[in-house]
């Protein structure tokens, strides 16, 4: 029986899990890398995740060891498990999660439809992709991005010369898409799986901005048969987003995992009978996964973006005029996520966007 869970990572993925980890009566701690970190109600330790000892130190504190970020040394989990300690989830599906030239390689190999793509290490390599493909690509580093950082558009090896310096690279077509899509689901340590229903993500200068449930008009089989191949075929433990392109004849191509709540599964805190941080405390922590209905017909989320977004963010999470406002508690900086507004409606999407709007509009006035 688990009573106790660790998460790396003091953010506000950690701090939106505090809650619920509670109410399900388990103790749950933070591994956060400052002080006064948006998590810091559970933050039993300050330190470096990328430092071993300090994340063993960590680990004997918990019975299961989960995360708020991917980005823990690969080598450091694989450690933890070798000692016995339950990582959830695990290294070998992390892996995926890590490394977008993993990934795309293990995908190809499920055979989930991915824009087409190739492992780069020179100019001649990278060129060669760029010419069979129309002239432009998308290049990107495998391991470290967040928000676009790490992706640039190619129309010649001569844009990338900063960043072909030997290491591999993964190049992709640049896909038509006509939206971006995102589907949530969650798998838990008996390999249940339960999913909600595909979103439409807006993204804002290569940052997410809003979230529409369910996505108008969308393939919900395929998206959700989709997840299921992935949270299956990379042994996936807890929540699992997939961030899709959807393309002009209809179909669902895979951009980007995260094995851990997500943005785009914000909504579900007041959207769903149990919200993606609930779930995700549920599944590592080996429980049955909570029921995943909607709660009312449509939910819109608006990220709140730094420093401009909202003059007066507030110091705690609020009800404001049919919206939930809610507020991580970080330092201001450009296009930094610093809380978000969700509202829900049983009209329509465009009822629920008005109600987050006209919040959203407030805060700002
Ligand atoms: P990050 O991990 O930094 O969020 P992503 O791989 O999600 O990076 O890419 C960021 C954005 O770049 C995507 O949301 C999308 O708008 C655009 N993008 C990424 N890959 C492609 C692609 N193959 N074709 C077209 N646009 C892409």
């Known amino acids: 029986m688990t009573k106790s869970v660790g998460v790396i990572g003091g953010g506000q993925l950690a701090r939106m899990m505090i809650a619920p980890a509670r109410a399900l009566g388990i103790d749950i701690k933070v591994l956060a890398e400052s002080e006064g970190s948006p998590a810091q109600a559970a933050a039993t330790q300050v330190g470096d995740y990328k430092d071993l000892d300090t994340v063993l130190q960590f680990a004997k504190t918990v019975d299961v060891i989960t995360f708020d970020h991917e980005h823990v040394p690969l080598h450091i989990l694989e450690h933890l498990e070798a000692e016995g300690f339950v990582v959830e989830p695990s290294s070998k599906a992390l892996r995926f999660a890590q490394n977008k030239l993993n990934m795309r390689d293990k995908l190809t190999q499920l055979g989930v439809p991915c824009p087409d793509w190739a492992k780069v290490s020179t100019a001649e390599e990278l060129d060669a992709f760029i010419e069979s493909h129309g002239g432009v690509a998308i290049l990107k580093t495998p391991t470290g991005g967040y928000d676009g950082k790490g992706v640039k558009v190619v129309r010649s090896s001569a844009d990338a010369t900063d960043w072909l310096n030997g290491n591999s690279l993964l190049v992709e077509e640049k896909v038509n898409f006509v939206r971006e899509l995102a589907q949530l689901s969650a798998r838990n340590r008996s390999g249940e799986w339960s999913s909600w229903d595909l979103v439409e993500t807006i993204q804002k200068d290569g940052v997410c901005a809003e979230v529409n449930s369910p996505a108008p008009n969308a393939n919900f089989e395929l998206a959700s048969q989709i997840a299921k191949t992935i949270a299956e075929g990379l042994d996936v433990t807890g929540v699992l987003a997939i961030e899709m392109f959807e393309t002009a004849d209809g179909r669902l191509l895979v951009n980007e995992l995260a094995m851990r709540p997500h943005n785009s599964g914000h909504f579900s ?48 999470d609020r009800e404001l005029d049919g919206a939930s406002i809610h507020v991580y508690s970080k330092a201001p900086r450009v296009g930094r996520k610093m809380g978000h507004i969700t509202a829900i409606s049983n009209e329509s999407l465009a009822d629920a966007r008005q109600i987050a709007t006209r919040v959203f509009k407030g805060l700002q006035a």
Request: proline share 6%.
């Open 269 to 316: 805190i007041e959207g769903s009978v149990t919200s993606q941080f609930e779930q995700h405390i549920r599944a590592v922590s080996g429980m049955p996964l909570g029921d995943t209905s909607p709660l009312k017909s449509y939910s819109v989320m608006l990220n709140l973006l730094g420093p401009n977004d909202a003059n007066d963010f507030g110091l705690v």
